[in-house]
T-cell receptor, first 116, second 115 residues
Framework: AQKITQTQPGMFVQEKEAVTLDCTYDTSDPSYGLFWYKQPSSGEMIFLIYQGSYDQQNATEGRYSLNFQKARKSANLVISASQLGDSAMYFCAMREVGFGNEKLTFGTGTRLTIIP | EPEVTQTPSHQVTQMGQEVILRCVPISNHLYFYWYRQILGQKVEFLVSFYNNEISEKSEIFDDQFSVERPDGSNFTLKIRSTKLEDSAMYFC?????????????FGDGTRLSIL
């Protein structure tokens, strides 16, 4: 079974609108971390935001926020007031905490296109 | 802001040749990683490295692959005898320490093309 599921292969959003990118995950480990990365067309991977499984509040970083619903095992990324520069691939990733569990497991990504 | 540096940005190699991809992690980071991304696909974990030894590796990381930290700053991935299916973007990443809330900071990647 996939550990990270991103069901939206592509999204088109009007500039200045908010956008939600979906991510669901699967783990039996009570301790884990969830990450979002942005990959522009130039190819680099840019860390955006982190949410820990024990964090009481949803993470926020500038225009990025993470809508963390633990019972539903979802960690959606919300981008407010979208800009043309937000056009990129977005990957959700998870790390299960524990000895030897150091890898990030990535979803298949969502390609976001911001329309002027 | 400190960053992970990878060289070269693009490597073209004949099938069967050895290739070494180089990375300079962020200086105070202790954990180092290699990932790969085949064109149009998701990012896949290859190997993690801590305290001068491999701490975890995936099924992809077979005997053709090796990693090394030859000095205090570089971290390398060697593919001994490249195959066509090794063509991919290879990312180096580093993190300050465990546990899981430390983000892994990625380099800009090396695009490896096997002919």
């Amino acid at each position: 079974a996939q550990k990270i599921t991103q069901t939206q292969p592509g999204m088109f959003v009007q500039e200045k609108e908010a956008v939600t990118l979906d991510c669901t995950y699967d783990t039996s480990d009570p301790s884990y971390g969830l990450f979002w990365y942005k990959q522009p067309s130039s190819g680099e991977m840019i860390f955006l935001i982190y949410q820990g499984s024990y964090d009481q509040q949803n993470a926020t970083e500038g225009r990025y926020s993470l809508n963390f619903q633990k019972a539903r095992k979802s960690a959606n990324l919300v981008i407010s007031a979208s800009q043309l520069g937000d056009s990129a691939m977005y990957f959700c990733a998870m790390r299960e905490v524990g000895f030897g569990n150091e890898k990030l497991t990535f979803g298949t990504g969502t390609r976001l296109t911001i329309i002027p | 802001e400190p960053e992970v540096t990878q060289t070269p940005s693009h490597q073209v190699t004949q099938m069967g040749q050895e290739v070494i991809l180089r990375c300079v992690p962020i200086s105070n980071h202790l954990y180092f990683y290699w990932y790969r991304q085949i064109l149009g696909q998701k990012v896949e974990f290859l190997v993690s490295f801590y305290n001068n030894e491999i701490s975890e590796k995936s099924e992809i990381f077979d005997d053709q692959f090796s990693v090394e930290r030859p000095d205090g700053s570089n971290f390398t991935l060697k593919i001994r005898s490249t195959k066509l299916e090794d063509s991919a973007m290879y990312f180096c990443a580093s993190s300050e320490l465990l546990p899981g809330n430390q983000p892994q900071h990625f380099g800009d990647g090396t695009r490896l093309s096997i002919l």
